[in-house]
């Protein structure tokens, strides 16, 4: 069984810049989280998607988009960076079965993202 | 509105001992999932221990176990045994039976030799 893997690990980017982050899914997991976690905090919920499509969103701006492709992997964009963006980046996967089930998610090793 | 309280930054346990980390936790929803997790400096969240809200006994897994209080909201983490391995960051949190985990600021947790 293929945990959950992400890429890059390491990024640094120049503020109004954009990114791309990277998530493969565990294999036989159907849901892919994102989450923010700032130094020193507990990670904050971004969105999360399910069959291609947003599943939730946290309290964050249009500016943090996603998408699910097929395979169930998952991508994250950040557009007109701030400083404020720089954090670990994780990913976690899931088996959804539906809205009042409680789930374990399994996370990624993160991205950490450094805004200058 | 779902809230997560760790009130130990930091806590201390020498090896071989047993450590108990404190979450308290307020939701209005009536079925939630309570979890723990690990995180080494590495940064990766790994996953020790669940407890539905439903769930009658105490959830157990290996040397963790959570002592689930339903009516004082409280899901605390005890660690039998200590190792030194078990030294990192521990985040308390929930789902309310939906998409996200809400969570705890974390207590880091030293162990020592």
């Known amino acids: 069984e293929t945990g959950v893997t992400q890429s890059p690990t390491h990024l640094i980017k120049t503020r109004g810049q954009q990114v791309t982050l990277r998530c493969s899914s565990q294999?036989?997991?159907?849901?892919v989280s994102w989450y923010q976690q700032a130094l020193g905090q507990g990670p904050q919920f971004i969105f999360q998607?399910?069959?291609?499509?947003?599943?939730g969103r946290g309290n964050f701006p249009p500016r943090f988009s996603g998408l699910q492709f097929p395979n169930y992997s998952s991508e994250l964009n950040v557009n007109a960076l701030e400083l404020d963006d720089s954090a670990l980046y994780l990913c976690?996967?899931?088996?959804?079965?539906?809205?009042?089930?409680?789930?374990?998610?399994?996370f990624g090793p993160g991205t950490r993202l450094t805004v200058t | 509105a779902q809230k997560i309280t760790q009130t130990q930054p930091g806590m201390f346990v020498q090896e071989k001992e047993a450590v108990t980390l404190d979450c308290t936790y307020d939701t209005s929803d009536p079925s939630y999932g309570l979890f723990w997790y690990k995180q080494p400096s590495s940064g990766e969240m790994i996953f020790l221990i669940y407890q539905g809200s439903y769930d009658q006994q105490n959830a157990t897994e290996g040397r963790y176990s959570l002592n689930f209080q339903k009516a004082r909201k409280s899901a605390n983490l005890v660690i039998s045994a200590s190792q030194l391995g078990d030294s990192a960051m521990y985040f308390c949190a929930m789902t309310p039976g939906a998409n996200n985990l809400f969570f705890g600021t974390g207590t880091r947790l030293t162990v020592i030799p």
């Open positions: 976690a996967s899931s088996f959804y079965r539906g809205p009042r089930f409680s789930y374990e998610q399994y």
């Open positions: 998607y399910y069959r291609e499509e947003e599943n």
């Open positions: 294999s036989g997991h159907n849901t």
